[in-house]
Each structure stands twice: as structure tokens, then as C-alpha cells.
Antibody
């Protein structure tokens, strides 16, 4: 059974960084976020071996996605946080980076306070 | 970026109704279109991929069609558990983009 298990909620000050984890069993993963009451926004993709990444232009320079192969965990770090980054952050299995998100983590709420 | 536009944004319907949601892409995306269902406070779930292929475990009352720029999601007979928000998403190019969502409510 495919399960993606994410880390818990975080509260950060504006200007800080946040790192969200996703135990993904070695699968390729995309990160998608959802601001309160809003739609879904794709942030980028990383393969299970951390060899390849593909970031949305919007987040280039501010996001880093990595994989710890020893623990089969993927990390998404977002820097220079603003209140606009307050959202639920989801990881989703995306095999081969083909853009089909067939299994999702439970989500991690990141709240940025100013 | 490819823009995805859903209509309607919200919809009221009754149990047993047939419902259709439309999604339009700003550029042709062949059949690279996925549909998701999201219930309040939960992660989205994949319903349909490649425009018309039902994801394993999804009830057959859900169906998808379309190609190019115009796509539809149809629920043939609404059940109480189908009241949720539905999103289309293109997988033709990056950045992956979603429609704004269609909220399906009980009439």
C-alpha cells in the first residue's frame, strides 16, 4: 500500500525558512500547495534518487527539494517566507515526473506570521 | 504557462442527478488531463487520468472525456459522498497547472 506521511504543522516568522518532510518510500514526488480557501499550486518535482528536480519558475531560487535515500524521505525547503506562503503543503507521488499525482500525503500546514 | 479554466465554479445538485463539469485549457494538451476530488480538510484524490481513464478503485459513475483544449467530468448519478470540490490539472507541460475548482453542493 502506497503511503506518503508528512511532517506536522509549522509556524514561522516572515523572512524565515521552513522544511517540510515527506516519507515517500523512494517514489518520485511533486509538491503542491494550497492557500486557505484557495486552489492548488504545483511547486516542483524531485525524483526518488534526488538526481533530478524540476521547479516551477515562480519558486526558482527560493525552493530546494532533496531526498534522503537512507530514510526514503523527501524534503521541501522554502526560504524567505512571507504571509503569502501560508498554506497547506502536500507531497504527492508523481512517478517519472509525468504529472499524475496518484497518492498524496496528508498535508502540512505552514503558517507565516508577520 | 497553460491556463486551466473550469466551469461552473460552483454547482448545486441533488442525489441521483447527472452532473457535468467542464475544463478548458489555454493551449492544446492532447489528452494530458487529470481530475481530482477534494473533500473539506483532506488531500485531493485522483479520479481520472489521461482525460478518460478511471483510476483504480474509483466508482464507475465517474467518467471523463475530451482532447485538445476541452474536457468534461461527468458523474452519472450523484451520491451523498460526491459532494466535494473538483479540480482539473494538465500534465502536458511544466509548470503543472490546475483549474480553479468546482464546488459541488447539495441542493
Amino acid at each position: 500500500q502506497v503511503q506518503l506521511v508528512q511532517s506536522g504543522s509549522e509556524v514561522k516568522e516572515a523572512g524565515a525558512s521552513v522544511r517540510v518532510s515527506c516519507k515517500s518510500s523512494g517514489y518520485d514526488v511533486s509538491w503542491v500547495r494550497q492557500a486557505p480557501g484557495q486552489g492548488l499550486e504545483w511547486m516542483g518535482w524531485i525524483n526518488g534518487y534526488s538526481v533530478s528536480t524540476n521547479y516551477a519558475q515562480k519558486f526558482q531560487g527560493r525552493v530546494t527539494m532533496t531526498t534522503d535515500r537512507s530514510t526514503s524521505t523527501v524534503y521541501m525547503e522554502l526560504r524567505s517566507l512571507t504571509s503569502d506562503d501560508t498554506a497547506v503543503y502536500y507531497c504527492a507521488r508523481d512517478v517519472g515526473g509525468y504529472g499524475k499525482f496518484d497518492y498524496w500525503g496528508q498535508g502540512a500546514l505552514v503558517t507565516v506570521s508577520s | 504557462d497553460i491556463q486551466m479554466t473550469q466551469s461552473p465554479s460552483s454547482l448545486s445538485a441533488s442525489v441521483g442527478d447527472r452532473v457535468t463539469i467542464t475544463c478548458r485549457a489555454s493551449h492544446g494538451i492532447r489528452n494530458s488531463l487529470n481530475w481530482y476530488q477534494q473533500k473539506l480538510g483532506k488531500a485531493p484524490e485522483l479520479l481520472i487520468h489521461s482525460a478518460s481513464t478511471l483510476q483504480s478503485g474509483v466508482p464507475s459513475r465517474f467518467s471523463g472525456s475530451g482532447s485538445g483544449t476541452d474536457f468534461t467530468l461527468t458523474i452519472s448519478s450523484l451520491q451523498p459522498e460526491d459532494f466535494a470540490t473538483y479540480y482539473c490539472q494538465q500534465s502536458y507541460s511544466t509548470p503543472r497547472t490546475f483549474g480553479q475548482g468546482t464546488k459541488l453542493e447539495i441542493k
